[in-house]
């Protein structure tokens, strides 16, 4: 093999690994890992880690991090959708802590959930997203709780009533849609 041939393949293997190293290094600074609060116990209502997360990241996905507070429906919200409440004094977040108040507002969601439904697992994590979304009242009080509390197994009527919970000013929206769709996905998972 001549000179200019090793020179060569020399130089690409070198450009090789700084393009890998470059890579690793990015993805590092993406995907900053925050752990599970240790009080959170998703895993007594039959739900793994790894569902739990599901959940999280598909929330934070369709929520938008916000890191300084913003007014919606006469509320203030903060983070992933937190609402702010009268007793908490919350300017701003960073992703790491919004992720944090994240995973403890979709605990409560996941105690309310039970409390009200006694499901588990991940038809547990579906109506805990519904409940983040829209609040345990709006769920009493719809069709869908009534669905639930009569036949839970009967996914296409669950699927109809999740459906029909997709609106902003009686317009489809597209997101919502999306969401309630993976709330159904997840409910027959």
């Not at 960073?94 to 009200?116: G, T």
């Not at 902003?168 to 769709?181: A, C, E, S, V, Y």
């Amino acid at each position: 093999m001549n000179n200019s041939l090793k020179n060569f393949l020399t130089c690409g293997i070198v450009l090789l690994l700084c393009f890998c190293t470059i890579i690793f290094i990015e993805s590092k600074h993406k995907t900053q890992k925050v752990n599970i609060p240790t009080y959170i116990n998703y895993y007594k209502y039959g739900i793994t880690t790894d569902d739990f997360i599901i959940l999280c990241d598909t929330i934070a996905k369709y929520e938008g991090l916000m890191c300084i507070p913003y007014k919606y429906n006469d509320y203030f919200y903060i983070g992933y959708g937190h609402q702010i409440k009268s007793n908490e004094v919350i300017t701003k977040v960073d992703s790491v802590l919004a992720r944090e108040i994240l995973y403890k507002d979709v605990d409560i969601a996941l105690n309310e959930a039970f409390r009200v439904t006694h499901l588990t697992g991940n038809k547990l994590l579906a109506i805990s997203d519904f409940i983040f979304n829209y609040g345990t009242s709006k769920l009493i009080n719809s069709s869908l709780y009534s669905a639930l509390l009569s036949n839970s197994s009967d996914t296409l009527k669950i699927k109809s009533e999740l459906l029909k919970w997709n609106k902003i000013d009686g317009k489809t929206h597209p997101k919502l849609l999306q969401r309630r769709n993976f709330d159904y996905w997840l409910y027959i998972k």
